[in-house]
């Protein structure tokens, strides 16, 4: 018995996206959709998978809400006081990997948790 969870990318590595991406001091993205989620919310998952009956399969968990990722990674990189340019780049890469549009969301039927992004950064902002 087993349950497997897939989790979409973390808020917490919205910079290491970034810092891929960045070529001088511009960020070039995909204009693809992306629906993060923080790690806590992601460990929330695990735990309830833990728990809970085995699924025997795959458990899709994603965040509250779709950002368009260059969007969500200027906002990321603005409330930082990171001054990157973030430019949307039909040729640009996800670290490393060509994606299309919906590549980056969790499937139908996916679980959404709670943490919102804008609370996310406040929240981290204030500790760092």
Not at 67 to 93: K, N, S, Y
Request: no cysteine; charged share 25%; aromatic share 8%.
């Amino acid at each position: 018995p087993y349950t497997i969870v897939r989790a979409t990318q973390f808020f917490e590595f919205l910079r290491t996206i970034a810092d891929s991406a960045t070529v001088d001091a511009t960020v070039r993205l995909p204009a693809v959709l992306i629906r993060p989620m923080a790690a806590v919310d992601v460990a929330r998952a695990l735990a309830v998978a833990s728990v809970g009956e085995p699924r025997n399969g795959i458990v899709e968990v994603g965040g509250p809400r779709e950002f368009l990722l260059p969007d969500l990674i200027r906002t990321a990189l603005t409330a930082r006081g990171d001054a990157r340019q973030v430019i949307a780049d039909a040729t640009a890469t996800y670290l490393g990997l060509a994606v299309d549009e919906r590549t980056l969301l969790p499937g139908e039927g996916a679980v959404a948790y709670d943490v919102r992004f804008e609370d996310w950064i406040i929240e981290t902002a204030a500790k760092g």
